[in-house]
């Protein structure tokens, strides 16, 4: 009797170095997402009560999809105009497309700042884009300003820039841009939580 051995494992066919780049790229691209859309809606109640799973799938695909549009503009760097801006367009974007769905009808700026912010910083921390002009601003960078804060409830701009104006004149104080700033406030936060 013959024995035949499986190999272990059996690549399908061959992928070349440009196809195994790609790939990984896509994963890390997908988990960043992933994290951004979790760390964006934090603890808040973004929709309202009856959406269907399917429904809150479509809506986290269509985030998704518009902050991968929306990196392109920052692989050079722009101007806290710009960036505001952007913020505005993609929290009145998501509103026009899903108000139906959202918990009083609207998308909240906090959670758009902090959604476009977070994903900055992952694409950034990657070497994917150009550093950020605004860090993404929640309860631990808030309480570390002494600001109250709170980017699941608020829906103002005013109250934004009044955080971003907080984080530089503490950012000038180090030396650094609100970027760095945050980078070394949030990683110092960490690793105290793990002593």
Request: with cysteine.
């Amino acid at each position: 009797m013959c024995e035949h051995r499986v190999p272990f494992f059996v690549y399908p066919r061959y992928m070349d170095l440009a196809e195994i780049q790609k790939s990984k790229g896509q994963f890390l691209l997908d988990e960043v997402l992933l994290l951004t859309v979790l760390g964006g809606f934090g603890r808040s109640s973004v929709y309202k009560k009856g959406v269907n799973e399917e429904q809150k799938l479509l809506f986290r695909k269509f985030l998704k999809r518009e902050l991968v549009i929306l990196e392109e503009k920052y692989h050079l760097k722009i101007s806290d105009t710009e960036h505001l801006k952007n913020i505005r367009k993609f929290k009145n974007s998501v509103t026009n497309e899903f108000s139906y769905m959202l918990e009083e009808d609207k998308f909240r700026y906090g959670i758009a700042q902090k959604l476009i912010n977070l994903f900055l910083k992952y694409r950034w921390s990657l070497d994917l884009i150009s550093e950020p002009p605004h860090c993404p601003f929640d309860s631990v960078i808030a309480k570390k300003l002494g600001s109250s804060y709170k980017f699941t409830k608020s829906d103002s701009e005013k109250e934004y820039l009044t955080i971003v104006n907080m984080a530089e004149i503490e950012s000038k104080k180090s030396g650094h841009s609100i970027s760095i700033w945050e980078m070394e406030t949030f990683n110092g936060r960490l690793s105290a939580d793990l002593v």
